[in-house]
């Protein structure tokens, strides 16, 4: 007897993906914690370095996106490591359709984001941070979009290292640092030269940074919000452009 599958719309397959990509994150909650120990080291070395008695209002909306981007943009990995496996290729012939395959993935990236994020706050207020909530929670929802974004970007770097391992490092390595420094998220950039203001104007990522430092300061409304949320909507639209497509290459 032949058993007819019952067809699925891209919303329940989005929702399928999704969960089966956080169930390693809920298993191994460790790896969270993990990749904030960077940041971590960061806040303490660098934040006793910047003058002035607002510091950490300054340092750690910074280092919450930084937890974003270096836990966000190295996720690819686990797409590597699935097609080395062979379990990607079982995903491909299953009824699921290809943007569900890009998009559930990218959307799990908003959970182990805001999980880091609350731990970094939390640890943070004993030492003088103010959590102002109201601006802290629009914060992740705009820094969820860009998430978003990242990590399908991220996923599309891995499909096109695909038995090329050290290329999707090679390549991660290469924009992380420069993204980072160009945001402005350890020194402020204003006393910087002239060259290198003009070229953090091209990085979406600094206008995420500025909304950031202003939403978790309590500035909901105000211009540097709306340019942190265009960034953010401009990053995740790009990346889930490319990343379907690249799927649906696959």
Known sequence: M???SQPTNLVT???TVFVRELRPVLRNPFSVIFTMVQPLFFLGLFAPLLPGDSTLQW?????????CLFGTSATGSNLLYEI??????RMLVSPLRRPALIIGRALKEIVPMVAQAMLLVLVTIP???TLFPAGAVIGLLLLSVFCVGLGALSYTLALASTNQEWMFWGVQQTLLYPLLLLAGMMLP???GPAWLRTMSGFNPLMYVVDAERALFN??????TVGYGLVSAVAVAVLGLWV??????RA
């Not at 340092?59 to 937890?67: C, D």
């Not at 309590?218 to 211009?223: D, E, K, L, N, T």
């Not at 990343?243 to 649906?248: E, L, N, Q, S």
């Open 2 to 4: 032949t058993t007819i």
């Open 13 to 15: 397959d989005i929702v």
């Open 59 to 67: 340092f750690v909306p910074g280092i919450v996106v930084m937890s």
């Open 84 to 89: 080395q496996t062979g379990s990607h290729e």
């Open 127 to 129: 030492f003088g941070f």
């Open 189 to 191: 950039l204003d006393n």
């Open 218 to 223: 309590g500035q909901i409304v105000s211009a």
């Open 243 to 248: 990343g379907t497509r690249a799927m649906r």
